[in-house]
Protein backbone atom coordinates (compact mmCIF):
# COMPACT_ATOMS: atom_id res chain seq x y z
CA UNK A 1 0.00 0.00 0.00
CA UNK A 2 1.45 3.52 -0.58
CA UNK A 3 1.68 6.32 1.87
CA UNK A 4 -1.45 8.15 -0.07
CA UNK A 5 -3.47 5.45 0.79
CA UNK A 6 -2.60 3.74 3.74
CA UNK A 7 -3.91 7.80 5.10
CA UNK A 8 -7.62 7.23 2.84
CA UNK A 9 -8.02 3.48 4.67
CA UNK A 10 -7.38 5.00 8.16
CA UNK A 11 -9.63 7.90 7.44
CA UNK A 12 -11.82 4.87 6.26
CA UNK A 13 -12.13 3.64 9.28
CA UNK A 14 -12.74 6.31 11.00
CA UNK A 15 -15.00 7.39 10.02
CA UNK A 16 -17.00 3.94 9.84
CA UNK A 17 -16.99 4.21 13.63
CA UNK A 18 -19.62 6.53 13.19
CA UNK A 19 -22.26 4.36 10.95
CA UNK A 20 -22.75 1.76 13.61
CA UNK A 21 -26.61 0.30 14.05
CA UNK A 22 -28.57 3.15 16.29
CA UNK A 23 -26.40 5.50 14.86
CA UNK A 24 -28.08 8.56 13.13
CA UNK A 25 -27.31 7.84 9.81
CA UNK A 26 -27.44 11.62 7.92
CA UNK A 27 -24.24 12.90 10.33
CA UNK A 28 -22.79 9.59 9.03
CA UNK A 29 -23.05 11.00 5.40
CA UNK A 30 -22.23 14.31 6.23
CA UNK A 31 -19.27 13.08 7.69
CA UNK A 32 -18.62 10.80 4.91
CA UNK A 33 -19.21 14.03 2.45
CA UNK A 34 -16.85 16.23 4.48
CA UNK A 35 -13.69 13.67 4.66
CA UNK A 36 -13.98 12.27 1.12
CA UNK A 37 -12.64 13.20 -1.52
CA UNK A 38 -9.88 15.07 0.91
CA UNK A 39 -7.73 17.39 -0.87
CA UNK A 40 -3.99 17.13 -0.88
CA UNK A 41 -3.77 14.99 2.82
CA UNK A 42 -0.72 17.77 2.91
CA UNK A 43 -0.78 17.06 6.88
CA UNK A 44 -0.81 13.42 7.46
CA UNK A 45 1.73 12.72 4.81
CA UNK A 46 3.45 15.34 6.47
CA UNK A 47 3.55 13.47 9.48
CA UNK A 48 4.06 10.44 7.59
CA UNK A 49 7.11 11.78 5.92
CA UNK A 50 9.02 13.10 9.09
CA UNK A 51 8.40 9.81 10.95
CA UNK A 52 10.22 7.81 8.21
CA UNK A 53 12.89 10.53 8.09
CA UNK A 54 13.49 10.21 12.17
CA UNK A 55 13.98 6.06 11.25
CA UNK A 56 10.06 4.77 12.94
CA UNK A 57 9.45 1.27 11.91
CA UNK A 58 5.81 1.08 12.57
CA UNK A 59 3.42 3.39 10.72
CA UNK A 60 0.38 2.77 12.86
CA UNK A 61 1.02 5.44 15.13
CA UNK A 62 1.85 8.01 12.47
CA UNK A 63 -0.93 6.80 10.42
CA UNK A 64 -3.40 7.21 13.48
CA UNK A 65 -1.70 10.77 14.36
CA UNK A 66 -1.67 12.40 10.74
CA UNK A 67 -5.76 10.92 10.42
CA UNK A 68 -6.62 12.65 13.71
CA UNK A 69 -4.98 15.66 12.80
CA UNK A 70 -6.21 15.30 8.95
CA UNK A 71 -9.51 14.90 10.69
CA UNK A 72 -9.50 18.23 12.62
CA UNK A 73 -8.34 20.44 9.66
CA UNK A 74 -11.90 18.76 7.83
CA UNK A 75 -13.64 19.89 11.07
CA UNK A 76 -12.28 23.00 11.02
CA UNK A 77 -13.50 23.94 7.10
CA UNK A 78 -17.04 22.32 7.92
CA UNK A 79 -17.56 24.88 10.89
CA UNK A 80 -15.42 28.07 9.06
CA UNK A 81 -17.95 27.25 6.06
CA UNK A 82 -20.86 28.07 8.29
CA UNK A 83 -22.99 31.10 7.11
CA UNK A 84 -21.80 32.85 10.53
CA UNK A 85 -17.99 32.44 9.62
CA UNK A 86 -17.94 32.54 5.43
CA UNK A 87 -21.05 31.39 4.75
CA UNK A 88 -19.09 29.64 1.58
CA UNK A 89 -21.32 27.81 -0.93
CA UNK A 90 -18.82 25.45 -2.11
CA UNK A 91 -15.58 23.49 -0.88
CA UNK A 92 -13.60 20.80 -2.66
CA UNK A 93 -15.41 21.71 -5.64
CA UNK A 94 -19.02 20.32 -4.28
CA UNK A 95 -21.64 22.28 -2.02
CA UNK A 96 -20.21 23.16 1.48
CA UNK A 97 -21.76 20.57 4.30
CA UNK A 98 -24.66 23.33 5.43
CA UNK A 99 -25.51 23.33 1.72
CA UNK A 100 -25.62 20.09 1.25
CA UNK A 101 -27.24 18.39 4.91
CA UNK A 102 -28.66 21.79 6.81
CA UNK A 103 -27.11 23.70 9.37
CA UNK A 104 -27.59 21.63 11.96
CA UNK A 105 -26.19 18.85 10.60
CA UNK A 106 -22.77 20.96 9.42
CA UNK A 107 -22.62 21.67 13.35
CA UNK A 108 -23.06 18.39 14.84
CA UNK A 109 -20.74 16.88 11.94
CA UNK A 110 -17.99 19.35 12.57
CA UNK A 111 -18.24 18.43 16.78
CA UNK A 112 -18.73 14.99 15.77
CA UNK A 113 -15.09 15.09 13.47
CA UNK A 114 -13.39 16.78 16.69
CA UNK A 115 -14.25 13.61 18.66
CA UNK A 116 -13.63 11.41 16.27
CA UNK A 117 -9.92 12.51 15.71
CA UNK A 118 -9.11 11.63 19.93
CA UNK A 119 -10.68 8.55 19.24
CA UNK A 120 -8.62 8.10 16.10
CA UNK A 121 -5.65 9.01 17.91
CA UNK A 122 -6.44 6.42 20.69
CA UNK A 123 -7.20 3.80 18.75
CA UNK A 124 -3.50 4.16 17.12
CA UNK A 125 -1.83 4.53 20.18
CA UNK A 126 -3.06 1.66 22.04
CA UNK A 127 -0.43 -0.81 21.42
CA UNK A 128 2.41 2.13 22.26
CA UNK A 129 0.88 3.62 25.51
CA UNK A 130 4.68 5.57 25.97
CA UNK A 131 3.81 7.82 22.66
CA UNK A 132 0.40 8.53 24.01
CA UNK A 133 0.66 11.09 26.12
CA UNK A 134 2.63 13.55 24.31
CA UNK A 135 0.58 12.90 20.79
CA UNK A 136 -2.84 13.56 23.18
CA UNK A 137 -1.15 17.03 23.81
CA UNK A 138 0.20 17.90 20.72
CA UNK A 139 -3.19 17.15 18.99
CA UNK A 140 -5.19 18.67 21.69
CA UNK A 141 -2.62 22.11 21.19
CA UNK A 142 -3.26 22.30 17.38
CA UNK A 143 -7.08 22.99 17.93
CA UNK A 144 -7.06 24.82 21.31
CA UNK A 145 -9.11 27.64 21.95
CA UNK A 146 -5.24 29.51 23.54
CA UNK A 147 -2.95 28.42 20.72
CA UNK A 148 -5.00 26.03 18.05
CA UNK A 149 -7.10 26.96 15.36
CA UNK A 150 -10.04 27.05 17.37
CA UNK A 151 -9.00 30.21 18.79
CA UNK A 152 -7.17 31.15 15.15
CA UNK A 153 -10.84 31.50 13.87
CA UNK A 154 -11.75 33.43 17.00
CA UNK A 155 -9.54 36.44 16.53
CA UNK A 156 -11.28 37.11 13.62
CA UNK A 157 -14.20 38.21 15.95
CA UNK A 158 -11.97 40.54 18.05
CA UNK A 159 -11.70 44.37 17.57
CA UNK A 160 -8.05 44.70 17.78
CA UNK A 161 -6.16 41.31 16.04
CA UNK A 162 -3.08 40.05 16.82
CA UNK A 163 -1.76 39.31 13.26
CA UNK A 164 0.93 36.99 14.26
CA UNK A 165 -0.48 34.75 16.59
CA UNK A 166 -4.17 34.94 14.61
CA UNK A 167 -2.07 33.15 11.52
CA UNK A 168 0.49 31.17 13.45
CA UNK A 169 -2.72 29.79 15.62
CA UNK A 170 -4.93 29.45 12.37
CA UNK A 171 -2.96 27.74 9.74
CA UNK A 172 0.49 27.01 11.39
CA UNK A 173 -0.85 25.23 14.32
CA UNK A 174 -1.54 21.80 12.40
CA UNK A 175 1.57 21.81 10.64
CA UNK A 176 3.25 22.09 13.63
CA UNK A 177 1.17 18.75 15.06
CA UNK A 178 1.83 17.23 11.86
CA UNK A 179 6.17 17.31 12.03
CA UNK A 180 5.84 16.87 15.70
CA UNK A 181 3.47 14.41 16.09
CA UNK A 182 5.52 12.48 13.09
CA UNK A 183 8.60 12.49 15.24
CA UNK A 184 7.05 11.39 18.37
CA UNK A 185 5.52 8.47 16.92
CA UNK A 186 9.17 7.47 15.45
CA UNK A 187 10.00 7.86 19.29
CA UNK A 188 12.59 11.48 18.53
CA UNK A 189 12.08 14.64 20.49
CA UNK A 190 9.57 16.78 18.73
CA UNK A 191 11.58 19.88 19.96
CA UNK A 192 13.67 20.13 16.99
CA UNK A 193 10.32 19.77 14.67
CA UNK A 194 8.72 22.82 15.52
CA UNK A 195 11.02 25.61 13.14
CA UNK A 196 9.44 22.84 10.20
CA UNK A 197 6.14 23.08 10.91
CA UNK A 198 5.86 27.06 11.56
CA UNK A 199 7.43 28.00 8.24
CA UNK A 200 5.44 25.41 6.01
CA UNK A 201 2.21 26.52 7.79
CA UNK A 202 3.56 30.32 7.46
CA UNK A 203 4.33 29.35 3.59
CA UNK A 204 0.82 27.49 2.87
CA UNK A 205 -1.56 30.69 4.61
CA UNK A 206 0.58 33.18 2.17
CA UNK A 207 -0.18 30.21 -0.80
CA UNK A 208 -3.41 30.57 0.27
CA UNK A 209 -3.49 34.23 0.21
CA UNK A 210 -2.14 34.45 -3.46
CA UNK A 211 -4.26 31.36 -4.50
CA UNK A 212 -7.77 33.69 -2.72
CA UNK A 213 -6.52 36.91 -5.70
CA UNK A 214 -5.52 34.89 -8.22
CA UNK A 215 -6.64 31.72 -8.81
CA UNK A 216 -10.34 30.62 -10.50
CA UNK A 217 -13.04 29.46 -8.00
CA UNK A 218 -12.31 26.07 -10.24
CA UNK A 219 -9.31 25.29 -9.67
CA UNK A 220 -8.99 25.72 -6.08
CA UNK A 221 -12.52 24.11 -5.38
CA UNK A 222 -13.65 27.06 -3.31
CA UNK A 223 -15.27 30.84 -3.50
CA UNK A 224 -12.13 33.14 -4.33
CA UNK A 225 -11.47 37.10 -3.14
CA UNK A 226 -12.56 36.37 0.25
CA UNK A 227 -10.11 38.08 1.96
CA UNK A 228 -11.06 41.24 0.33
CA UNK A 229 -14.62 40.34 1.24
CA UNK A 230 -14.02 39.77 4.83
CA UNK A 231 -11.58 42.36 5.58
CA UNK A 232 -8.80 39.46 6.58
CA UNK A 233 -5.28 40.45 6.71
CA UNK A 234 -3.64 38.86 3.97
CA UNK A 235 -0.17 38.97 2.23
CA UNK A 236 -1.12 41.01 -0.83
CA UNK A 237 -2.38 43.65 1.41
CA UNK A 238 0.95 44.26 3.30
CA UNK A 239 3.72 43.22 0.77
CA UNK A 240 1.99 43.53 -3.01
CA UNK A 241 2.04 40.97 -5.35
CA UNK A 242 5.52 40.34 -6.31
CA UNK A 243 6.46 41.34 -2.75
CA UNK A 244 4.09 38.10 -1.59
CA UNK A 245 5.68 35.88 -4.15
CA UNK A 246 8.67 36.95 -3.16
CA UNK A 247 8.35 36.18 0.21
CA UNK A 248 6.54 32.80 -0.35
CA UNK A 249 9.80 31.73 -1.96
CA UNK A 250 11.86 32.58 1.22
CA UNK A 251 9.47 30.70 3.32
CA UNK A 252 9.70 27.35 1.16
CA UNK A 253 13.95 27.88 1.49
CA UNK A 254 13.89 28.70 5.27
CA UNK A 255 11.43 25.69 5.56
CA UNK A 256 13.56 22.84 3.89
CA UNK A 257 16.62 24.31 5.60
CA UNK A 258 14.70 23.84 8.77
CA UNK A 259 14.55 20.16 8.48
CA UNK A 260 16.51 18.92 11.66
CA UNK A 261 19.52 16.38 11.45
CA UNK A 262 17.75 13.01 10.93
CA UNK A 263 18.77 9.68 8.88
CA UNK A 264 15.96 10.44 6.07
CA UNK A 265 16.95 14.30 5.97
CA UNK A 266 17.68 14.64 2.24
CA UNK A 267 14.65 12.25 1.17
CA UNK A 268 12.61 14.20 3.86
CA UNK A 269 14.24 17.50 2.18
CA UNK A 270 13.27 16.61 -1.33
CA UNK A 271 9.83 15.37 -0.28
CA UNK A 272 8.94 19.05 0.93
CA UNK A 273 10.56 20.81 -2.39
CA UNK A 274 8.24 18.94 -4.64
CA UNK A 275 4.95 19.44 -2.04
CA UNK A 276 5.73 23.30 -1.77
CA UNK A 277 6.26 23.89 -5.82
CA UNK A 278 2.77 23.17 -5.97
CA UNK A 279 1.85 25.97 -3.34
CA UNK A 280 2.26 28.88 -5.75
CA UNK A 281 -0.41 29.68 -8.42
CA UNK A 282 -0.03 29.09 -11.94
CA UNK A 283 -1.10 32.01 -12.77
CA UNK A 284 1.88 33.40 -10.87
CA UNK A 285 4.60 30.74 -11.77
CA UNK A 286 6.59 33.05 -13.83
CA UNK A 287 7.05 35.83 -11.11
CA UNK A 288 8.16 32.98 -9.27
CA UNK A 289 10.59 31.47 -11.38
CA UNK B 1 -12.17 21.11 50.42
CA UNK B 2 -16.30 20.06 49.80
CA UNK B 3 -17.18 17.79 46.64
CA UNK B 4 -18.23 20.77 45.46
CA UNK B 5 -15.39 23.26 45.30
CA UNK B 6 -13.47 20.49 43.53
CA UNK B 7 -15.39 20.22 41.05
CA UNK B 8 -15.43 24.28 40.45
CA UNK B 9 -11.63 24.42 41.18
CA UNK B 10 -11.06 21.59 38.81
CA UNK B 11 -13.74 23.54 36.02
CA UNK B 12 -11.80 27.13 36.54
CA UNK B 13 -8.35 24.93 36.40
CA UNK B 14 -9.57 23.96 33.35
CA UNK B 15 -10.53 27.14 32.16
CA UNK B 16 -7.93 29.09 32.68
CA UNK B 17 -6.02 26.94 30.27
CA UNK B 18 -8.05 28.81 27.46
CA UNK B 19 -6.27 32.42 28.37
CA UNK B 20 -2.82 32.20 28.34
CA UNK B 21 -0.73 35.25 27.11
CA UNK B 22 -1.88 35.16 22.94
CA UNK B 23 -4.75 33.78 23.25
CA UNK B 24 -7.74 35.24 22.06
CA UNK B 25 -9.78 36.97 24.80
CA UNK B 26 -13.27 36.82 24.15
CA UNK B 27 -13.49 33.22 22.88
CA UNK B 28 -12.20 32.58 26.79
CA UNK B 29 -14.55 34.95 28.35
CA UNK B 30 -17.10 32.68 26.50
CA UNK B 31 -16.06 29.75 27.52
CA UNK B 32 -15.81 31.11 31.23
CA UNK B 33 -19.27 32.31 30.90
CA UNK B 34 -21.20 29.28 29.60
CA UNK B 35 -19.28 26.89 32.18
CA UNK B 36 -20.07 29.48 35.64
CA UNK B 37 -22.01 29.99 37.76
CA UNK B 38 -22.82 26.20 36.41
CA UNK B 39 -26.23 24.06 36.96
CA UNK B 40 -26.28 21.48 39.43
CA UNK B 41 -22.83 19.63 38.12
CA UNK B 42 -24.85 16.81 38.95
CA UNK B 43 -23.01 14.76 36.57
CA UNK B 44 -19.53 15.22 37.77
CA UNK B 45 -21.28 14.52 41.38
CA UNK B 46 -22.30 11.40 40.04
CA UNK B 47 -18.79 10.27 39.00
CA UNK B 48 -17.52 11.23 42.28
CA UNK B 49 -19.96 9.43 44.19
CA UNK B 50 -19.54 6.50 42.82
CA UNK B 51 -15.75 6.38 42.74
CA UNK B 52 -15.69 7.06 46.44
CA UNK B 53 -18.50 3.95 46.61
CA UNK B 54 -16.35 1.28 45.13
CA UNK B 55 -13.37 2.31 47.68
CA UNK B 56 -11.63 4.81 45.52
CA UNK B 57 -8.60 6.64 47.06
CA UNK B 58 -7.45 9.37 44.97
CA UNK B 59 -9.31 12.34 43.79
CA UNK B 60 -7.63 13.48 41.18
CA UNK B 61 -8.96 11.20 38.25
CA UNK B 62 -12.35 11.34 39.41
CA UNK B 63 -12.53 14.34 39.34
CA UNK B 64 -10.89 15.49 36.32
CA UNK B 65 -13.41 12.54 34.63
CA UNK B 66 -15.90 14.60 35.88
CA UNK B 67 -14.83 17.98 35.22
CA UNK B 68 -14.25 16.43 31.74
CA UNK B 69 -17.88 15.38 31.11
CA UNK B 70 -19.56 18.12 32.37
CA UNK B 71 -17.52 20.02 29.83
CA UNK B 72 -19.17 18.28 27.37
CA UNK B 73 -22.85 18.81 29.00
CA UNK B 74 -21.51 22.72 28.98
CA UNK B 75 -20.69 22.54 25.23
CA UNK B 76 -23.28 20.96 24.26
CA UNK B 77 -25.61 23.40 25.48
CA UNK B 78 -23.92 26.09 23.98
CA UNK B 79 -24.09 24.34 20.88
CA UNK B 80 -28.05 23.11 21.43
CA UNK B 81 -28.75 26.83 21.83
CA UNK B 82 -27.72 28.25 18.79
CA UNK B 83 -30.68 29.68 15.85
CA UNK B 84 -29.89 26.80 13.78
CA UNK B 85 -31.21 24.22 16.95
CA UNK B 86 -33.57 25.89 19.54
CA UNK B 87 -32.34 29.29 19.17
CA UNK B 88 -32.94 29.91 22.92
CA UNK B 89 -32.36 33.21 24.78
CA UNK B 90 -31.75 32.08 28.04
CA UNK B 91 -29.46 29.43 29.87
CA UNK B 92 -29.30 28.96 33.44
CA UNK B 93 -30.86 32.52 34.03
CA UNK B 94 -29.20 34.62 31.53
CA UNK B 95 -29.01 34.75 28.08
CA UNK B 96 -27.44 31.78 25.83
CA UNK B 97 -23.73 32.38 25.05
CA UNK B 98 -25.09 32.86 20.78
CA UNK B 99 -27.02 35.98 22.34
CA UNK B 100 -23.83 37.45 24.61
CA UNK B 101 -21.13 36.87 22.02
CA UNK B 102 -22.56 36.60 19.23
CA UNK B 103 -23.05 33.31 17.01
CA UNK B 104 -19.58 32.83 15.67
CA UNK B 105 -17.71 32.71 19.31
CA UNK B 106 -20.80 30.70 20.55
CA UNK B 107 -19.84 27.87 17.94
CA UNK B 108 -15.72 28.51 18.54
CA UNK B 109 -16.55 28.31 22.73
CA UNK B 110 -18.57 24.97 22.15
CA UNK B 111 -15.70 23.21 19.84
CA UNK B 112 -13.24 24.44 22.01
CA UNK B 113 -14.79 22.85 25.26
CA UNK B 114 -14.84 19.58 23.65
CA UNK B 115 -11.44 20.21 23.41
CA UNK B 116 -11.00 21.12 26.55
CA UNK B 117 -12.64 18.09 27.75
CA UNK B 118 -9.91 15.76 26.38
CA UNK B 119 -7.32 18.03 27.73
CA UNK B 120 -8.93 17.73 31.75
CA UNK B 121 -9.00 14.30 31.35
CA UNK B 122 -5.55 13.83 29.72
CA UNK B 123 -4.37 16.03 32.18
CA UNK B 124 -5.98 13.88 35.27
CA UNK B 125 -4.83 10.68 34.22
CA UNK B 126 -1.07 11.32 33.67
CA UNK B 127 -0.24 9.89 36.65
CA UNK B 128 -2.07 6.78 36.52
CA UNK B 129 -1.50 5.95 32.49
CA UNK B 130 -3.66 2.10 33.52
CA UNK B 131 -7.37 3.79 33.55
CA UNK B 132 -6.12 6.50 30.94
CA UNK B 133 -7.21 4.39 27.67
CA UNK B 134 -10.52 2.87 29.67
CA UNK B 135 -11.59 6.93 30.53
CA UNK B 136 -10.84 8.57 27.18
CA UNK B 137 -12.71 5.95 25.51
CA UNK B 138 -15.98 6.52 27.87
CA UNK B 139 -15.36 10.36 27.53
CA UNK B 140 -15.18 9.92 23.71
CA UNK B 141 -18.38 7.23 23.60
CA UNK B 142 -20.40 9.61 25.70
CA UNK B 143 -20.06 12.56 22.66
CA UNK B 144 -19.92 10.10 19.76
CA UNK B 145 -21.82 10.78 16.34
CA UNK B 146 -22.78 7.23 16.82
CA UNK B 147 -24.55 7.24 20.43
CA UNK B 148 -23.36 9.84 22.04
CA UNK B 149 -25.04 13.23 22.55
CA UNK B 150 -23.87 14.54 19.28
CA UNK B 151 -25.54 11.34 17.28
CA UNK B 152 -28.76 12.16 19.78
CA UNK B 153 -28.89 16.07 18.79
CA UNK B 154 -28.12 14.52 15.15
CA UNK B 155 -31.85 12.30 15.06
CA UNK B 156 -33.49 15.66 15.54
CA UNK B 157 -32.63 15.92 11.78
CA UNK B 158 -34.23 12.36 10.86
CA UNK B 159 -37.19 12.24 9.08
CA UNK B 160 -38.15 9.23 10.85
CA UNK B 161 -36.86 9.11 14.80
CA UNK B 162 -35.97 5.80 16.77
CA UNK B 163 -37.08 7.54 19.74
CA UNK B 164 -34.72 5.22 21.90
CA UNK B 165 -31.82 5.29 20.57
CA UNK B 166 -32.30 9.69 20.41
CA UNK B 167 -33.10 9.79 24.18
CA UNK B 168 -30.45 7.10 25.01
CA UNK B 169 -28.01 8.86 23.32
CA UNK B 170 -28.74 12.40 23.86
CA UNK B 171 -29.69 12.79 27.86
CA UNK B 172 -28.26 9.15 29.05
CA UNK B 173 -24.99 8.97 27.56
CA UNK B 174 -23.77 11.28 29.68
CA UNK B 175 -24.60 10.08 32.96
CA UNK B 176 -23.64 6.87 31.75
CA UNK B 177 -20.08 7.90 31.37
CA UNK B 178 -20.19 9.96 34.93
CA UNK B 179 -21.19 6.12 36.62
CA UNK B 180 -18.58 4.43 34.69
CA UNK B 181 -16.13 6.48 34.58
CA UNK B 182 -16.31 6.57 38.89
CA UNK B 183 -15.79 2.82 38.71
CA UNK B 184 -12.73 2.96 36.38
CA UNK B 185 -10.90 5.89 38.11
CA UNK B 186 -11.23 3.84 41.51
CA UNK B 187 -9.87 0.79 39.43
CA UNK B 188 -13.41 -0.87 39.23
CA UNK B 189 -15.22 -2.92 36.37
CA UNK B 190 -17.55 -0.38 35.07
CA UNK B 191 -19.69 -3.23 33.20
CA UNK B 192 -22.01 -3.35 36.56
CA UNK B 193 -22.78 0.37 36.59
CA UNK B 194 -23.86 1.14 33.10
CA UNK B 195 -27.62 0.23 33.85
CA UNK B 196 -27.31 3.21 36.72
CA UNK B 197 -26.37 5.42 34.75
CA UNK B 198 -29.07 4.53 32.20
CA UNK B 199 -32.01 4.32 34.62
CA UNK B 200 -30.38 7.82 36.08
CA UNK B 201 -30.75 9.27 32.05
CA UNK B 202 -33.96 8.43 31.76
CA UNK B 203 -35.29 9.48 34.94
CA UNK B 204 -33.43 13.39 34.11
CA UNK B 205 -35.14 13.33 30.40
CA UNK B 206 -38.85 12.65 31.48
CA UNK B 207 -38.06 15.34 34.73
CA UNK B 208 -36.84 17.69 32.01
CA UNK B 209 -39.76 17.02 29.63
CA UNK B 210 -42.35 17.63 32.61
CA UNK B 211 -40.15 21.10 33.60
CA UNK B 212 -40.15 21.82 30.14
CA UNK B 213 -43.99 21.79 30.03
CA UNK B 214 -45.30 22.79 33.99
CA UNK B 215 -42.16 25.18 34.99
CA UNK B 216 -41.78 28.74 34.60
CA UNK B 217 -38.62 30.10 32.96
CA UNK B 218 -37.54 32.07 36.25
CA UNK B 219 -37.80 28.41 37.61
CA UNK B 220 -35.65 26.56 35.26
CA UNK B 221 -33.57 29.80 34.08
CA UNK B 222 -34.30 28.72 30.65
CA UNK B 223 -36.70 28.99 28.01
CA UNK B 224 -40.24 26.55 28.41
CA UNK B 225 -42.43 25.06 26.40
CA UNK B 226 -40.10 23.86 24.03
CA UNK B 227 -40.76 20.57 23.50
CA UNK B 228 -44.43 21.02 21.49
CA UNK B 229 -42.60 24.14 19.68
CA UNK B 230 -40.05 21.77 18.43
CA UNK B 231 -42.37 18.69 17.62
CA UNK B 232 -39.97 16.72 20.14
CA UNK B 233 -41.27 13.11 21.41
CA UNK B 234 -41.69 13.81 24.79
CA UNK B 235 -43.03 12.10 28.19
CA UNK B 236 -46.73 14.21 28.13
CA UNK B 237 -47.33 13.59 24.60
CA UNK B 238 -46.72 9.28 25.07
CA UNK B 239 -48.13 9.18 29.13
CA UNK B 240 -50.14 12.12 29.91
CA UNK B 241 -48.99 14.12 33.44
CA UNK B 242 -50.53 11.41 35.69
CA UNK B 243 -48.79 8.73 33.85
CA UNK B 244 -45.32 11.01 33.45
CA UNK B 245 -45.17 11.53 37.02
CA UNK B 246 -45.88 7.86 38.01
CA UNK B 247 -43.36 6.82 35.30
CA UNK B 248 -40.34 9.16 36.76
CA UNK B 249 -41.21 7.42 39.77
CA UNK B 250 -40.45 4.46 38.90
CA UNK B 251 -37.56 5.48 36.78
CA UNK B 252 -36.03 7.42 39.72
CA UNK B 253 -36.61 3.99 42.22
CA UNK B 254 -35.24 1.57 39.30
CA UNK B 255 -31.96 3.33 39.45
CA UNK B 256 -31.60 3.22 43.08
CA UNK B 257 -31.94 -0.63 43.13
CA UNK B 258 -29.64 -0.94 40.24
CA UNK B 259 -26.59 0.20 42.19
CA UNK B 260 -24.07 -1.85 41.89
CA UNK B 261 -22.70 -4.24 45.26
CA UNK B 262 -19.87 -1.91 46.30
CA UNK B 263 -18.45 -0.54 49.63
CA UNK B 264 -20.53 2.26 49.90
CA UNK B 265 -23.84 1.24 48.39
CA UNK B 266 -26.20 2.39 51.42
CA UNK B 267 -24.50 5.80 50.89
CA UNK B 268 -24.43 5.94 47.06
CA UNK B 269 -28.43 5.07 47.17
CA UNK B 270 -28.67 7.89 49.98
CA UNK B 271 -27.30 10.06 47.20
CA UNK B 272 -29.04 8.93 44.50
CA UNK B 273 -32.77 9.43 46.68
CA UNK B 274 -31.52 13.03 47.85
CA UNK B 275 -30.70 14.13 43.99
CA UNK B 276 -33.55 12.68 42.72
CA UNK B 277 -35.94 14.21 44.77
CA UNK B 278 -35.19 17.39 43.02
CA UNK B 279 -36.28 15.41 40.17
CA UNK B 280 -40.01 16.20 40.29
CA UNK B 281 -41.14 19.93 39.21
CA UNK B 282 -42.61 21.27 42.37
CA UNK B 283 -45.97 21.96 40.57
CA UNK B 284 -46.16 18.57 40.52
CA UNK B 285 -44.70 17.49 44.19
CA UNK B 286 -48.64 16.57 45.18
CA UNK B 287 -48.98 13.92 42.76
CA UNK B 288 -46.03 12.38 43.06
CA UNK B 289 -46.60 12.26 47.15
Given at each position: MTIEQRIEVALSEAVAR????????TLSRAISYAV??????IRPRLCLAVAEACG????KVSVGAGAAIELMHCASLVHDDLPCF??????RGKPSVHRAFGEPIAVLAGDAMIVLAFETLCEAVADTPRVAPALMRILSDSV????GIIGGQAW???????VAAYQRAKTGSLFVAAVRAGAVAA??????WRALGEKLGEAYQVADDLHDAFSKPEDVGKPVGQDGLHGRPNVIAEHGVTGGVGYLKQLIRAAVDSV????GQADLRTMIEAETR???PRQLAARAA
Open positions: TSCPGAPPFPGGARGTSRDDAAMRSAARESEPVVDDNDPTAPHCARFI
